[in-house]
T-cell receptor, first 117, second 110 residues
């Protein structure tokens, strides 16, 4: 069964360092998302991406964040200068085949745990 | 802010008991989804409800979408230890953004 894969599963970084989290969405999906979940808290929307551009972003997704789809398969989230409060589990998701039978379900990866020291 | 409040926040019950989780908002959603998340994993979709008043059953799980499409409930009959997890409702409005609820952490003891 197709699945969303994320790497790394866990990254530890020093405050101020740049981090890139990588995702391989399901191959025929058209919409891509990043969510994050701070330990013990709710899942928060960061950004959605469609047709090679950001379609929506939350107030969390400030200038320190960027997303890219550098080739036909990867979808990356970059945090330019990490802060302590960026420590969280980051989930990538994809959805939407464009077909009439599309249920709108988001398929989530297993997450990348980011720890900022 | 499109808040989806879930209650209760935590629930610990014995195997065989019934339970209901509520998801409430002041906003109208075009559809509402329920996800279950296990530790160390991403959320996994359980069901999508679209029509106001809709009821969907998934084995021992019954999902209902409120008539006004502002709220939803998840009822589990005869809970089992395998039902343990974090249950998340998530609503869709007019965009492709999915807004997650605050979550209900369920623990079912044998």
């Amino acid at each position: 069964e197709p699945e969303v894969t994320q790497t790394p599963s866990h990254q530890v970084t020093q405050m101020g360092q740049e981090v890139i989290l990588r995702c391989v969405p399901i191959s025929n999906h058209l919409y891509f998302y990043w969510y994050r979940q701070i330990l013990g808290q709710k899942v928060e929307f960061l950004v959605s991406f469609y047709n090679n551009e950001i379609s929506e972003k939350s107030e969390i997704f400030d200038d320190q964040f960027s997303v890219e789809r550098p080739d036909g398969s990867n979808f990356t989230l970059k945090i330019r200068s990490t802060k302590l409060e960026d420590s969280a589990m980051y989930f990538c998701a994809s959805s939407g085949t464009g077909s009439m039978s599309d249920t709108g379900e988001l398929f989530f990866g297993e997450g990348s745990r980011l720890t900022v020291l | 802010t499109q808040l989806l409040e879930q209650s209760p926040q935590f629930l610990s019950i014995q195997e065989g008991e019934n339970l209901t989780v509520y998801c409430n908002s002041s906003s109208v959603f075009s559809s509402l989804q329920w996800y279950r998340q296990e530790p160390g994993e991403g959320p996994v979709l359980l069901v999508t409800v679209v029509t106001g008043g809709e009821v969907k059953k998934l084995k021992r799980l019954t999902f209902q979408f409120g008539d006004a499409r502002k709220d939803s409930s998840l009822h589990i009959t005869a809970a089992q230890p395998g039902d343990t997890g974090l249950y998340l409702c998530a609503g869709v409005r007019n965009t492709d953004k999915l807004i997650f609820g605050t979550g209900t952490r369920l623990q079912v003891f044998p």
